[in-house]
């Protein structure tokens, strides 16, 4: 459903179009000092305008609406929302019946009998990450002295990334691209077997954010190429510390302490400003249909930062249940 | 934790060398034929034996202690526990002071501050698996129509597979592999927005198996170089079928109706017959280790039977879930 | 935490003198009809203003910022909020430091350090249940011809309510009560053995509404002075139908078709206008208190939609995950 | 489900008749002492024999079949299994057809399709119980000082509780009664509001005890009659201490410090050696029954262990829950 986490649980709403988006942040601990300005660096990180991105310029304005107090977080949940201002009166209402090919428009048409808010993508659209930033940033003060970067790798194939960009501009099509994510100053020890691994956690948030199709750890895939003996890191120190950090830092499932370390594959954004074929679900025939409006021509530039937030919440509900031996109270 | 699921939950327990492994599948529904026999095919599957798999045979013999009457499941919750007789009274205390590169022997420590059993891999053990292969056989038929079927497609970087293994026995070493899976006969509409999509839902077990470092769906990894014209799969039909499946049989976390595809990056056994290095956390001291015991070379070889399990747990759960129109009681 | 529910889940939020009050209502069936008007009735029955009930004149004017399109549901989170108005400049703050007996003021303190929203309540207000209502208003569409009603049974122990407030109000003291709760038109079958009987689920979500001390099913409390040939329920039908329903509806924590019933016991409103002792946590010394402000004398009046909601949020979370037939794929 | 818990999380299974019944306790905290011996007391407060209760004498001797090791909890599940031995080859089936009033056998046939094992209860059978009661004994250990003790306070309506048991026996009749259960030396601020306030927690899982049909808190339903005046509880002390208990040690759903006490009732024992009248399902008819076989005469006799363990299970839940302020890394 639209929640996620244990005991930093967040639970998401909205549509692309509709009256707002945004997150509700439950379990975040009290006395947390937060203010909008706190918002402003990941907003803009994440905000459309610059090449290779849709030039629809949102209103990404938080209010937050409950769990504040005195500049603090009380310990209740704290309600960010965003009030959509930036929609066109334009009619999407042939989107019902014209599946746009890659979007989630059949889908959400099958899964909700035809009653989906299809504007712009609606509950499906990208624009719900923003309430995912806002709880990354929230979330990230909550992990303290864990830092959580990522950046992207390559666009189309291409590490020259700006050259990759004016190219699929030129061509009237979109790309693709690599995100890579590292978690510095873990912990050893977070993350909880059988089935709640490290791993587990944060690729079932990172799947949520809209056109990720693929993720992988320390060596990832190219651990599947590898011998035992290239890919086991020695370990050389009493805290932890490995020589190589093919394993991204998770052993088991669990952080050794050495750096979390997982890049991301996103798929090329789906609405392209070229004819395509699709089925018109109501007559039954084969149409061509051009996807008009404003959109990114490579949405992994605007990945980073929501990639960021996924893995920021991911570690802040894993250091809260962390099971420290202080907690216990042995007869 | 040690359970996933929401309505088809199952909870995992045991120890490599302790009393027992297995599971309890709760929420399966009532009426259900079941024996032990049902069981056989997908255990042997799993079972070592055969070239680079360990030589270690173990009992599989399943005993079903709860949840079954007459034949058929009951709606109760089903213990399937398996008892432990192959164990070997060898001295396992030294991994609790000597980790071994690339196991958990370090992060377990780490985790449950020495009380683990570290004997064979204790809860970590990939031996932890054969109660979610047993789900997956119940699930397999809770799921019914739908097919679920995983192949290994290469070993070390070699579609070759066997004359990999081959040369990794001779280098007493190990290597990885790369395991497919595909979902056939998937009803669309299944998956939950926004934070259970079947991309995580899928990932969040698959990566609960033992040695997995890496997924992805349709595409994948290769999306990232494509362009939205060659990845967008054109809609077809009235049904969702599409002209090609880049996408995996997934848009917007939804199941579009084809077949669902993904793989999984499997790491190279960390087992090796090779003098390796690594701290006594005793001593202080760097050491030398060499991992005696069985162990496999290639533990992609006996994964794919495990993806399919996790993969028949996710559609279980996600079918039962499903928001049928006829489920509503509207005024 | 601030959650509720399996397939039909509730999110609460707010606090009594913050921004808003509200709930987010995930996993609501797409295509039922609703709008605003429809939270009329339930919210009017809630509101103060009539005797024994606090002359505060709360705007309980919702927003639907989400989940709503073109009159229905969509099948995506419903997000209501209800902007905080009527609020007063006063100082709360001394309520910190001197806790006012019977309230939450001293457990909210040593939960959250001393940074939770003491103004009046804070996030333990009774003005929380605003929110429960509406996802109540909601919860009853979707569980269609299934009714539920609750109302008071008598108030300090008198039946003859109005006699009994108007004695309280002249002695500037408060009195408690009873409601009685009944669903009729439930099917059999309803509940989830072993942990999610109905009796359970729906104390759980009773006891979360603010001054609720007890709650007992048929008989309750009396059945512990019945025999069994007195208590158990002769069936004389093949739909389950009871001579007597000493039961309330359920066996075995499952529904068994007859009218579930209970009764739930509300105390006394704590805020009162007389002088009461308490200790300033500051100072150390004991002080005598009076609160002001404007108070329900039997907050037991406006419980019952709100007991309503509680039981229509349960009984709708049940029927979507009653495992029917046609809802298994057997093999 | 049949799971409860979040940290300290259980999932019972099991049948009265079938091959075991038995729980696995997920959660606990590494490092805690456990031995056989450890569960005697306990049992033996449940087992029955006494006057009152029923002549069966069944095995209750645990085995304990997953994380354990070296006689300490590993942090891995741990599985409590009772393999049924005392069962007789005698034939239930007509349970099936015609249902005892009072019992599940009904709701159960409804809920499950005729697939439930009906033999003696199957899964809602009392004997369940004794997996919740060795959950409480670690439960017990996990929450250290705290102490959770329950007494019976009356039989029959009668504090005489022997007196009252002769001539129920004599009557051939059952009797039901009141257990009170006290919790000390609890730490203030256990609970989460919104919706798992302690009374929620503790109710939820305590109605999950067959036979239980109401609970109350501190004054409970006595509070309705009460004034506020009479019911506030003044603070006397800065550890939040009251000079009264009428809260039951919880305010806002919060501990505050003192004694949590409740009372719940239980029903009469609904097998009893009398004539009934019930429907026989298959031919439409009412018929005359009589339940033969070993029974209790007033199950309220047992209940106060398996009520102990059940609290004894929210409160480690909650206590690995407790927000520490230590837990909090603040930027």
Chains 1, 2, 3, 4 share one sequence.
Not at 13 to 31: K, Y
Not at 70 to 75: A, F, P, V
Not at 214 to 227: C, L, P, R
């Amino acid at each position: 459903m639209n929640s996620f986490g244990k005991l930093f649980r967040i639970s998401i709403f909205g549509e692309s179009h509709g009256e707002s988006v945004g997150i509700v942040v439950d379990g975040c601990p009290a006395g947390i000092p937060l203010k909008l300005a706190d918002f402003n660096a990941d907003f803009s990180r994440r905000r459309s305008g610059a090449k290779g991105t849709t030039p629809r310029r949102e209103s990404d304005l938080p209010r937050i609406m409950s769990g504040l107090f005195n500049g603090h977080t009380t310990g209740a949940p704290i309600l960010v929302i965003f009030e959509n201002t930036s929609t066109r009166p334009e009619d999407y209402s042939r989107l019902k019946d014209i599946p746009r090919p890659g979007h989630a428009d059949f889908t959400a048409g099958r899964k909700f009998g035809g009653y989906q808010d299809y504007r712009g993508g609606g509950h499906f659209s990208g624009r719900l990450t923003l309430g995912l930033v806002a709880a990354g940033v929230i979330a990230k003060k909550v992990i303290g002295p864990v830092e959580v970067r990522a950046t992207i790798l390559e666009a189309g194939g291409n590490a020259d990334i700006e050259a990759a960009i004016d190219r699929a501009v030129e061509a009237r099509d979109s790309i693709g691209g690599i995100v890579e994510c590292r978690i510095s100053r873990v912990p050893a020890g977070l993350g909880e077997p059988f089935f709640d691994p490290v791993e587990a956690l944060i690729s079932h948030i990172v799947f949520s954010i809209p056109a990720i199709k693929g993720i992988e750890f320390g060596s990832g895939f190219h651990a599947a190429k590898m011998t035992g003996s290239e890919h086991n890191d020695n370990i050389i120190s009493t805290d932890g510390t490995t020589e190589t950090n093919h394993a991204g830092g998770i052993n088991g499932g669990i952080t050794n302490g050495n750096e979390v370390l997982f890049r991301v594959a996103v798929k090329p954004t789906s609405s392209i400003h070229q004819v395509q074929r699709t089925m018109n679900l109501r007559s039954g025939r084969l149409e061509e249909l051009t996807v008009e409006g404003r959109h990114d021509t490579c949405i992994a530039l605007r990945v980073p930062v929501v990639v960021e937030a996924a893995a920021a919440v991911v570690m802040a509900d894993l250091m809260l249940q962390a099971q420290q031996a202080d907690r216990v109270y042995k007869k």
